[in-house]
T-cell receptor
Framework: KAGVTQTPRYLIKTRGQQVTLSCSPI?????VSWYQQTPGQGLQFLFE???????NKGNFPGRFSGRQFSNSRSEMNVSTLELGDSALYLC????????????FGQGTRLTVV | KQEVTQIPAALSVPEGENLVLNCSFT??????LQWFRQDPGKGLTSLLL?????REQTSGRLNASLDKSSGRSTLYIAASQPGDSATYLC??????????FGKGTKLTVNP
C-alpha cells in the first residue's frame, strides 16, 4: 500500500515568486492536512481538507492557499514568496478529519533566496 | 488554546538503556494523542495512536501511556538501539481537528 506522496521533494525559489506543492494521500483516505515545519516554530497547522472542502485554516496570511481535488489529491500554493517561507512543508493523510491516525509524507523542502 | 510541551528537549543515552519521553498538554478535551518519529530532513513516521478512552498502547519495544485528566503522556522505549536515534514528537487532536505538536525530544543512542 503506497504511502503519502509529496512532490517535489526540494524546491529553490526567489523572493516574490509563487510555488505549488502537491500531495497524494494514501488510497482511500479523504482527509488531507498541511503543516509547516521550521526550526524556530516547530510544526504549525496550515489547512485541512475533506471531500474537496476546506474545514479548517491555521493562522497564516492569505498568500497561503490550498485546494483538494475529487480524487483527494491536494495542492497548496504560496504566492509572493518571502525568505521566512523557507521551511519543510508536510502533508498528512487520514481516513477522516477527526479521531483517526494521521500519516505523513516525506515533505517538500522549500528554500526561498 | 491547546499547548503541548515535551521534556527533555534532548536526551543522550547508552545503547541498551530503557528510557522515557514526556509529553504534556494543557487542554484535556482531546480525541487522541499520537507519537511520531522524525529522522533528519525526513517526514514523520507514526509510532502509536492512543484514543482518549485508552490508557496505553504498545508496539514492539514501544509503550505509550495517556493520562488525559492530568494532561500527560509518556513514551517508553525498552532496550534502546542506535537506530532509535531520532526526534520524537507528540501531537494531540481535539475539537479543532488539527494536530497540535510539541517541539520534540531529540534522542541520541550511543553504541
Amino acid at each position: 500500500k503506497a504511502g503519502v506522496t509529496q512532490t517535489p521533494r526540494y524546491l529553490i525559489k526567489t523572493r516574490g515568486q509563487q510555488v505549488t506543492l502537491s500531495c497524494s494521500p494514501i488510497s482511500g483516505h479523504r482527509s488531507v492536512s498541511w503543516y509547516q515545519q521550521t526550526p524556530g516554530q516547530g510544526l504549525q497547522f496550515l489547512f485541512e481538507y475533506f471531500s474537496e472542502t476546506q474545514r479548517n485554516k491555521g493562522n497564516f496570511p492569505g498568500r497561503f492557499s490550498g485546494r483538494q481535488f475529487s480524487n483527494s489529491r491536494s495542492e497548496m500554493n504560496v504566492s509572493t514568496l518571502e525568505l521566512g517561507d523557507s521551511a519543510l512543508y508536510l502533508c498528512a493523510s487520514s481516513l477522516s478529519p477527526a479521531n483517526t491516525e494521521a500519516f505523513f509524507g516525506q515533505g517538500t523542502r522549500l528554500t526561498v533566496v | 488554546k491547546q499547548e503541548v510541551t515535551q521534556i527533555p528537549a534532548a536526551l543522550s543515552v547508552p545503547e541498551g538503556e530503557n528510557l522515557v519521553l514526556n509529553c504534556s498538554f494543557t487542554d484535556s478535551a482531546i480525541y487522541n494523542l499520537q507519537w511520531f518519529r522524525q529522522d533528519p530532513g525526513k517526514g514523520l513516521t507514526s509510532l502509536l495512536l492512543i484514543q482518549s478512552s485508552q490508557r496505553e498502547q504498545t508496539s514492539g519495544r514501544l509503550n505509550a501511556s495517556l493520562d488525559k485528566s492530568s494532561g500527560r503522556s509518556t513514551l517508553y522505549i525498552a532496550a534502546s538501539q542506535p537506530g532509535d536515534s531520532a526526534t520524537y514528537l507528540c501531537a494531540v487532536q481535539g475539537g479543532s481537528e488539527k494536530l497540535v505538536f510539541g517541539k520534540g525530544t531529540k534522542l541520541t543512542v550511543n553504541p
